[in-house]
């Protein structure tokens, strides 16, 4: 079953046109000025007057513009304007002056004068081609342009042609691109080309470099052999939806069933609840099966970004409803979750735990806070570039109709009808989809229901939650149904493997992840606050400092108490009958995990023990 | 209160000598073949021959030599044979004649011609300066060898007048060096400068190096002022030592409260229950509060055995328990597991935890189980100088007496006093003491009482766990004391804050703690054990593949029973009644945790549920 991404999508209003104009108005401006800050531009210049030395920045720096021009493009195709169209001109412009006259592009190389693709272990030449393909293909569908694409396909054709055989880069990325490059082009050798990189991959090939070894840089196992993700998350994720890429468009099924059962093992047993990646700082990594640990998750928010790209891509190639709730998880509580609320402020890494006392030197503690830019920036235009193409992950449709997977106010425009969508979601279930325009013939409206929607309906029966709800008639223009995904407050557990979950639980609502933080807690540190066996969840009032919308869920707690010798060595006897370990009841506020640390950074935590 | 060593002490049979045998018959003659194959000897012989170039190995490499030289310095003291006096005479010569004409000695910086001194923050050229004058001393100490002693002292005159002012070494460890070199000589300006060295630290004055903080080199907060360890958890124990030197040999009573304040904060919330430190792989550093994750521990064995030297000056300073307490559970649990039981193999880093699927590749994973040697070889030569020098640890003395600290069959010699100790500890907590020779006049046996050994006697008469049981008389030879530490199987769980640990339990047998490891259990993974409610601990009868003087534990248990959608999705609701969650009984067999890994590598655990 092979699904095709909905003709048109459109966020029109509700929780996620608020984020795509704080993203348009705010974070793409902000983006533009810190990348020009970083001298990312200037080694664009530079290399367009063919000056050698002077690179600023990392390896990888020619990719932040690419990534910022993606955002661009999609906004342009969103709704045009003059300021838009000039940034992305001018900066279009740029790339094209600064690409070399055989097709070649990549300022760090050119600058340095280092032998193109001689450390391509380390060098990102076409990890940063990627991103400027997918720059490009956004530009041609969004807006027709045809300068970025220009310089898109004369760098894939010098890749086709003068790339050494075998080659890998350290870092994927280039597959997805030039699989997409192929489907806007029609030019089957970058196809060749993106199924070539997935095939070598995992030969180990490329050096090893420190103390890693080959599956940092998926290069241990051939993607057609392996039995889970493993390494550097953002690769992990990249290459796998690469590889989706080219098993959709080769029709290779053993591809593809390798990639469902890698996937499958990911969701199994290396994703936190939050959707995040990677639990591991030491080379940005997955962990062992059931490696999860909160407070040390790396979660990098360009892996839950990799890890939407990928799951799309699945549910593409399969239209089941699993790829799709992993999507809408990590969306709203992996990828959201990397950027304030003002659209200012980032988290590279996403911790799902802060304690009190973190040491503010110790630079994996997020105990200091959203940062204003990084380093290595490789996270806020990731975000940015996804916010703006958001519609486009609404619906798709394929021979028997149109299905719903995401839900969001505005409009799906595919298989020649025009539904509007009306919705209060995620603080409210209630979906109203109106039928605006749609062919005089029976076709399938098929409604996503996430696996914890227990009690959900449409139009009043009831609705299996996990799966597909589908409706088939011959549909009238202003027909109407009405979807109530059930949202309300629910406890989480998790498997008895997940010790590092264990006596505890979260608390979700709808699709969002939950967390008890510091600012609505004065009478406690929240590193001892637990849940009451008898929680009592229900929805709040609006708490002080976040916006009016957001809703919180209240819950009886208790305070764990504090002995005296607790001060001393934490281990104690667990031999004979045990003390009170708290104190109670104390008032627990739950606060959206995305919205935390917008108040100031402490301690905060997704799990809390539940006594 | 001071206490001071015991003049001599020395351990003649059981547990320990049996340790001491394979270091001196296995470890030391094997660390000889791989520091040789490093290349650090062949440093030593090309700075000897004023050679340029050539360096090999790490910029540390000088170090692996001093601390094996250690070693067999204090073999030398326990049982002077030809062999380990060749090989002992042999590498000191080298030393000496590699020295610098004006006492400098770093082969790395001599062969590299770097300018002396101009990367402190990363070169180890003071850190190589302590560990030779460590195994001066002890070369002094043990046999009365001049030879290493002159180039030390000609080293630290060296560094006395030519060290620039204020300049620090990256990795502390010269402090405690200078300090001991002082207290061998008696020259002065060798203490003032482990002195100014400790009070200049902690003033951001050693340059940062990659995404690092000032706190991983020691370098973020004075140590009169911090309040907690932090960084680098085997710098932050060097140094503390160091400085717990520097105040005792200066009266320095602030500093001294300051490293007592430190150390109980480090053990109530940045301790493994093995004693290992340390649990950040990143940076090798210390965690943040209760961040004490079994899986990814990292408490390096060199951590180790620094914990159990700052401990060691903090109890002759202070003569509390607490500090004794620490030293024996570190040297049986953090230090023992980093050497197999055949004495060739090792562990750098000690996990409190392995599971089940474990990707080899990934590097952190103890599944790849022990090594023959490292790159980096801190690790095997300290062991081999601590396990070496055991039984200055055993006791102490002062005006009142003497301290027996550590048990172990052999003889103390102490205040004009020789007592022969006799036991089968830890198997067996019986300590027979008999005085052999003793001044005619009263004096206090003073005999630690673990903070475990509820129920300890002496002399049938009971005895307060968790201090020292003081016995005082006018003793008279043959007289004798027996002393029952009531080693027995027991229950330990942790505090609430140690989230990791919640719900979940570990067994300990006297100093020892056990865990469950793979090849007992072959009916289930050890992921899935669980202990009973109603665990009756019992001692076992001998495992297989383990030697046969190990007492197993043997516990009542359940396995996690995994239910169809365990494969899925890893979260599940928590809202209702739960469904049971193991299947049993079954019979859990805990081994001590310093034999793990000898029977492969594989899953183990110390923490398992308890339901």
New interface residues.
């Given amino acids: 079953m092979t699904l095709r991404p909905a003709r048109a999508g459109r966020v029109g209003g509700g929780f996620w046109a608020a984020r795509q104009r704080v993203n348009r108005d705010v974070t793409i401006p902000l983006g533009g000025t810190r990348i020009r800050e970083s001298g990312a531009f200037a080694n664009l210049e530079r290399a367009a007057r063919g000056s050698a030395g002077g690179h600023q920045g990392k390896v990888f720096a020619d990719s932040d513009v690419y990534k910022w021009l993606e955002a661009l493009a999609w906004e342009r195709g969103r709704a045009d304007n003059g300021v838009l169209a000039k940034a992305y001109e001018e900066a279009a412009g740029l790339v094209a002056a600064a690409q070399a006259p055989d097709g070649y592009l990549h300022t760090h190389t050119q600058l340095t004068g280092r032998e193109r693709y001689s450390d391509l272990a380390s060098s990102h030449e076409l990890y940063c081609a990627g991103h400027l393909m997918q720059a490009a293909v956004a530009g041609s569908r969004a807006v027709g342009d045809d300068t970025l694409l220009r310089v898109a396909t004369r760098l894939a054709d010098h890749l086709v042609k003068d790339l050494p055989a075998d080659t890998l880069d350290g870092h994927p990325e280039i597959e997805t691109a030039l699989a997409e490059l192929y489907r806007e082009t029609g030019t089957r050798p970058y196809l060749d080309l993106a199924a070539r990189m997935v095939t070598t991959r995992g030969g180990e090939t490329l050096p090893l470099k420190g103390?890693?070894?080959?599956?940092?840089r998926q290069d241990?196992v051939p993607l057609r052999r392996a039995t889970?993700v493993?390494?550097h998350a953002v690769r992990a994720v990249y290459l796998a939806a690469g590889a989706t890429d080219v098993a959709v468009e080769t029709a290779d099924e053993d591809l593809l069933a390798a990639l469902a059962r890698q996937w499958?093992d990911m969701?199994?047993?290396k994703?936190y609840?939050t959707g995040g990646l990677g639990s591991?700082?030491?080379g940005e990594?997955f962990?062992?099966?059931?490696?999860l640990?909160p407070?040390?998750a790396y979660c990098e928010t360009c892996a839950a970004v990799g890890s939407v790209q990928w799951a799309w891509r699945m549910l593409l190639a399969t239209g089941e409803a699993?790829f799709a709730?992993?999507m809408e998880r990590t969306l709203y509580n992996a990828v959201l979750p990397g950027l304030s609320l003002g659209g200012d402020r980032f988290f590279y890494v996403n911790a799902l735990r802060v304690?009190?006392?973190?040491?503010p030197?110790?630079?994996?503690?997020a105990?200091r806070g959203r940062q204003d830019w990084y380093g290595t920036a490789c996270c806020p235009p990731n975000v940015m570039r996804l916010f703006s193409s958001l519609g486009h992950y609404l619906a798709s449709e394929d021979e028997e109709g149109v299905q719903v997977h995401l839900y969001a106010s505005g409009e799906i425009r595919a298989r020649g009808a025009l539904l509007e969508v009306r919705t209060d979601y995620p603080w409210d279930g209630r979906v109203e989809i109106v039928v605006r325009e749609t062919p005089d013939r029976p076709w399938t409206l098929a409604l996503r229901i996430p696996?914890w929607a227990?009690g959900a309906g449409v139009d009043g029966q009831p609705a299996r939650a996990g799966g597909y709800h589908r409706v088939r008639r011959t549909w009238r223009p202003g027909d109407r149904i009405t979807l109530d995904l059930a949202v309300r407050p629910?406890?989480?557990?998790?498997?008895?493997?997940?010790?590092?979950a264990?006596?505890?639980?979260?608390v979700e609502r709808g699709p969002l992840v939950y967390c008890l933080e510091q600012p609505d807690h004065p009478g406690a540190i929240v590193?001892?606050l637990c849940v009451a066996a008898d929680p009592a969840l229900r929805d709040g009032s609006p708490v002080a400092g976040l916006p009016a919308e957001v809703v919180p869920v209240l819950a009886r707690g208790r305070v764990?108490a504090h002995r005296e010798d607790?001060?001393?060595?934490?281990?104690?006897?667990?031999?004979g009958p045990?003390e009170p370990?708290?104190t109670g009841p104390v008032d627990l506020t739950f606060v959206p995990y995305y919205a935390w640390a917008n108040r100031g950074a402490g301690p905060m935590t997704i799990?809390a023990?539940?006594h």
Same sequence: chains 1, 2.
């Fill in positions: 103390h890693h070894g080959p599956g940092i241990r889970t493993e390494g499958r969701v199994a047993t994703t609840l591991v700082w030491y990594q962990g062992g099966p059931h490696e640990t407070e040390t699993d709730d992993l304690r009190a006392g973190a040491n030197d110790d630079r994996r503690a105990a696996a227990d629910r406890l989480t557990a998790a498997v008895p493997r997940l010790d590092v264990r006596g505890q639980v979260a590193d001892d764990h607790d001060a001393g060595f934490p281990y104690r006897s667990a031999d045990r370990e708290h799990w023990p539940m």
